[in-house]
């Protein structure tokens, strides 16, 4: 069993950055890989990042390639995600999930986080 509990969203201009945590409860973070999606109002949910249990691999969505950088620190139980050159697209509630794979397949992660939201304004 694993609790998420995301934070650091908030309001930022278009072109700025922000960093989002995710912080893990419990001793067996390392043994997840993790997620993150996001939901913009009236729209489906949708896979951002993903980044494997030791954190060597990653992956991203199209969209985010090349602005966003997902990292974890097992020691922490922490994973973060780290947002630059935020466009108005990007303002959704962002989730950050468990999976006990390296996937980007939102319904095979077990364990969700309560979302924070980011608004992006321009």
């Known amino acids: 069993q694993v609790q998420l509990v995301e934070s650091g969203g908030g309001l930022v201009q278009a072109g700025g950055s922000l960093r989002l945590s995710c912080a893990a409860s419990?001793?067996?973070?390392?043994?997840?890989?993790m997620g993150w999606f996001r939901q913009a109002p009236g729209k489906e949910r949708e896979f951002v990042a993903a980044?494997?249990?030791?954190?060597?691999?990653?992956s991203y969505a199209d969209s985010v390639k090349g602005r966003f950088t997902v990292s974890r620190d097992n020691a922490k139980n922490t994973v973060y995600l780290q947002m630059n050159s935020l466009k108005p697209e990007d303002a959704a509630v962002y989730y950050c999930?468990?999976?006990?794979?390296?996937?980007?397949?939102?319904?095979?992660?077990?364990?969700w986080g309560q979302g924070t939201q980011v608004t992006v304004s321009s």
């Open positions: 999930a468990a999976a006990l794979s390296f996937q980007v397949r939102s319904q095979m992660y077990d364990y």
């Open positions: 419990g001793r067996t973070f390392s043994s997840y890989a």
């Open positions: 980044i494997s249990r030791s954190g060597a691999s990653t």
